[in-house]
């Protein structure tokens, strides 16, 4: 098993979300985030003074899948959250190792 975690814009979670869908993914787990990366953040002006915003806001998607869906899942979010400028995020694909459904006691693939 695997699991994935994309940090991707927040305007992009509905067409991640629905593109997950269509390839069978039901379940992920979503978290408002914030952070920087090559960007550095960006300025705003608010009340005519102009401040440094360092931290980006950011929504982090956290699903676990068979070891054989990884590469779709990755490869489908990539498409549902580019938009071709910097900032787009970051995915990670990490070993699991072993997976319990705490109701059922399942394990495995099976508890996914």
Do not use: S
């Given at each position: 098993?695997?699991?994935?975690?994309?940090?991707i814009k927040p305007f992009k979670l509905d067409d991640v979300k629905e593109a997950l869908n269509e390839i069978g993914i039901q379940g992920m787990t979503i978290t408002e985030v914030k952070g920087y990366g090559r960007q550095k953040g960006h300025k705003e002006i608010y009340r005519g003074a102009e401040y440094v915003v360092d931290f980006v806001?950011?929504?982090?998607?956290e699903i676990i899948v068979k070891k054989e869906q990884a590469e779709e899942v990755v490869n489908t979010i990539c498409k549902a959250s580019n938009t071709g400028k910097i900032g787009?995020?970051?995915?990670?694909v990490i070993p699991?190792?072993?997976?319990?459904?705490?109701?059922?006691?399942?394990?495995?693939?099976?508890?996914?």
């Open positions: 098993m695997k699991k994935i975690e994309a940090i806001p950011k929504i982090k998607l787009d995020g970051k995915i990670f699991i190792d072993d997976v319990i459904r705490v109701r059922t006691n399942e394990r495995g693939a099976d508890a996914l």
